[in-house]
Structure formats: C-alpha cells, structure tokens
C-alpha cells in the first residue's frame, strides 16, 4: 500500500510499504482523511525534538471500519471512525493517575511511531470515536480535543474571562470550549484572518498584537486586572512570558505548545501573583465525547477552518508550501480517497 514518508527534515516521498496485519485485539480501518498539525510542520522542518526518522506522519484522522474481529463490542463494516492517536502503558503515574492522555510512554501516531499517512492502519477499538459526522468533521475531532483539554485544565467557568494565544487548529478548540462554558474569550494572534475565525468560533473580543498595543488593549478589556485565564497555544518564548505577565493576579496560566528554546522567565510574578501555571497534553475519552457534541450540534465553523484538502500524490507538495508560507494556511487535509 501506498504512504508518505519522511525521510528526512524537508524530504518527504510517497513509497509502498507492507499491509498492517489485522489481530483480535485491533480494528483494520481504511483512511479517509488526515489533517495536518503544527507538530507535522515541526517534523517536517527538523525541529520536532520527539520524531524520528524516517517517519510516516499523521495523526489527525478519520477512517472507516474494514473489519474488526472482537468478539463483544465488535464495530461494524463500514463504521465512520474519528481516532485517538495516543498509547497509554497503564501502569505509570499517570496512568495510575487516571491521566492516559500525559502517559510518561504515550506514543503518538506520526510521531513516535508511523501515522496514518497511508491507506490502511489497524488501532486498538478503545481509541476509535463512531460518530455521525462527516468524515472532514471526524478529522477535526482530536485538534479540537486538545483545546478542549486546556480549557479543563485551566478549570474555566462562566465567571471567568480567557485570553487565548494562537487561532491555529488547536487553538479554535480553546475558543470553541471556553466558549461553551459561557466564558468571555479574547483571541491573541498576528493574523486578521485567523482572528476571524476564531469569532466565528465563539470569541468575542480580538487583538491583533502586531498592530495593537497587546498589554494596554489586554487592561482595557479586563478593567485594568488581566484576565482570568491565559491559555497559550502557539510555543515560542515570547508568549510564553506573556502569558505570565498578562493573566491577572491569583490568575491560571496553562501552556499546550512548547517553545523550541528555553525561555527566560521574571519569576518574581510566578509568586507575588500567587499563579497556577500548569502544562496541557494530549486529551482525555471525556474531550473526545465533547468535540462530538460539538460538532454535531453544528456551531464550529467546520469548511472555513479547512483552507485546502488535498490528494495523497499532492501532500508532500502541501507540507512544502505550508513551510515556505505558513502564514497563507489554516488547516491542512489529506484526502486519502
């Protein structure tokens, strides 16, 4: 069967590879649709510390039931799937924990182990999401989850306003979520497109931090005390420090991404303000049952966050306009059809 492998930073082929071999304990499915992430671009680019190579990525995915041979709950031929792409080895403090999502052994599709950029994989059933959604809705499942788990995370209320970094995938999932909660969002990017996107989403304020004063329209929005919650969901050291300056006193910082660098901090405001900055990875079952509801409830703006869908044979091509010009996507998806 076909795939598409990177080799190496900046190459990426289409090869034939073997069959995936079928267990009882597995599901065959047929690949639909995969979506490209910031973790695929930082792959392809070299600097995705967590990857090697050569490596098969993807793992944003929606797939249909081939065959599955369990004996109880078994799915049926021709089930629409969305996937989970995380392992879990049960048996280490998180895990033991009751927190899959941040297993010290997780390896996840295209990462640590070869994703779905191919035309058949075969996945445990427990990570698999039936769900009467398009199959471009199922893609967008796991991005989703991400922001939705940041959002539990960072324990968000109807009391509380959110200032989000980043309207990428993951951070339209922030938006969607704080939003469901009846919180009052503030959208951070550099990009008037992506920022109106993120309202259609469910923000209601904005700032354009390349052409607006970030701090002051941040004070003018809280009433001069921050807000509540800074979520940051792009990975650079700049806001990573931002979000630590700008969230409110007493305040809840929680970072997705991670900055490629290490970040000098003023840690004076980690005390005085007395914060709770936590990490966010991955996603729980309960974030994957949210973004269904979501997206069946039909309130995200599924086609205008999707700005190019593309064959197989065109992928490594998109991967390579998408790294020359990352500003002129949204989100990314192969067509496996």
């Not at 969901?233 to 630590?244: D, N």
């Not at 998408?322 to 500003?327: G, K």
């Amino acid at each position: 069967m076909r795939a598409l492998v990177l080799r190496k930073p900046g190459q990426a082929d289409l090869e034939t590879i073997a069959d995936p071999v079928l267990t009882d304990t597995n599901v065959l499915l047929k690949v639909r649709f995969v979506g490209f992430c910031g973790s695929d671009l930082n792959s392809y680019r070299g600097l995705n510390p967590l990857v090697t190579y050569p490596r098969i990525l993807g793992h944003e995915v929606s797939a249909t039931v081939v065959e599955d041979l369990g004996r109880e709950g078994a799915l049926s031929a021709g089930t629409n799937v969305s996937v989970s792409p995380y392992t879990n080895c049960r048996q280490c403090s998180s895990c033991l924990r009751g927190r899959p999502n941040a297993c010290q052994f997780n390896q996840t599709l295209g990462v640590q182990r070869d994703g779905a950029l191919t035309e058949f994989i075969v996945m445990p059933r427990e990570k698999l999401y039936p769900a009467k959604l398009t199959l471009k809705e199922l893609c967008l499942v796991e991005p989703l989850t991400v922001g939705f788990h940041a959002v539990t995370r960072g324990r968000v209320t109807a009391n509380d306003t959110v200032a989000i970094w980043g309207c990428g995938g993951v951070g339209l999932g922030v938006v969607a979520a704080a939003s469901s909660r009846r919180a009052r969002t503030i959208c951070i990017d550099v990009d008037n497109e992506k920022l109106g996107l993120a309202r259609m989403a469910g923000a209601q304020l904005s700032i354009n931090s390349t052409r607006e004063p970030l701090h002051e329209r941040l004070m003018e929005m809280t009433e001069g005390r921050g807000p509540d919650v800074a979520i940051e969901a792009i990975g650079t050291a700049a806001t990573f420090r931002a979000a630590v300056e700008e969230v409110a006193f007493t305040g809840r910082v929680v970072y997705i991404g991670y900055a490629k660098e290490p970040v000098s901090y003023e840690t004076r405001l980690f005390v005085q303000k007395e914060l709770d900055i936590v990490g966010s990875r991955n996603a729980q079952p309960t974030d994957f049952e949210a973004v269904i509801k979501l997206l069946e409830a039909q309130t995200f703006p599924v086609d205008q966050a999707v700005s190019m869908v593309v064959p197989l044979e065109q992928a490594a091509d998109a991967l390579r306009s998408w790294s020359d010009n990352p500003s002129r996507f949204r989100k990314i998806m192969v067509n496996m059809d």
